[in-house]
């Protein structure tokens, strides 16, 4: 059975740091591409960044380039999400889901229509 399960989230200061996890069960997690995704109240859910897996490629979004930094622990079937320098516009619900299109590029990667398999979401709140 695939699954994905997101933790690690939690309320931290403005400037505060979280490394999410998300969690793969029923496939080999370093065979296929993973993104993560946010979800605010009241607003869409956008496209953070996605890991192909075995080549290395990586995609961030604008927004967080220099600030997350995605990674991998193969032995444990984990996916990671390393947040730094959180402000209150990071306060939203974190999602990982699986790649499924056939093709992963700069314009595909963010396209939410070719994921599946997603996770519950991780509330992650940044306040003082």
């Known amino acids: 059975q695939v699954q994905l399960v997101e933790s690690g989230g939690g309320t931290v200061r403005p400037g505060g740091s979280l490394r999410l996890s998300c969690l793969a069960s029923?496939?080999?997690?370093?065979?296929?591409?993973i993104g993560w995704f946010r979800q605010a109240p009241g607003k869409e859910r956008e496209a953070i960044g996605c890991d192909s897996g075995a080549n290395s490629r990586t995609y961030y979004a604008d927004f967080v380039k220099d600030r997350f930094t995605m990674s991998r622990n193969n032995a444990a079937n984990t996916v990671y999400l390393q947040m730094d320098r959180l402000t209150e516009d990071d306060t939203a619900v974190y999602y990982c889901?699986?790649?499924?299109?056939?093709?992963?590029?700069?314009?595909?990667?963010?396209?939410?229509?070719?994921?599946?398999?997603w996770g519950q979401g991780t509330q992650v709140t940044v306040s003082s």
């Open positions: 029923g496939f080999i997690v370093d065979d296929y591409a």
């Open positions: 889901a699986m790649f499924v299109g056939l093709l992963l590029d700069t314009r595909s990667w963010s396209d939410l229509s070719q994921y599946d398999y």
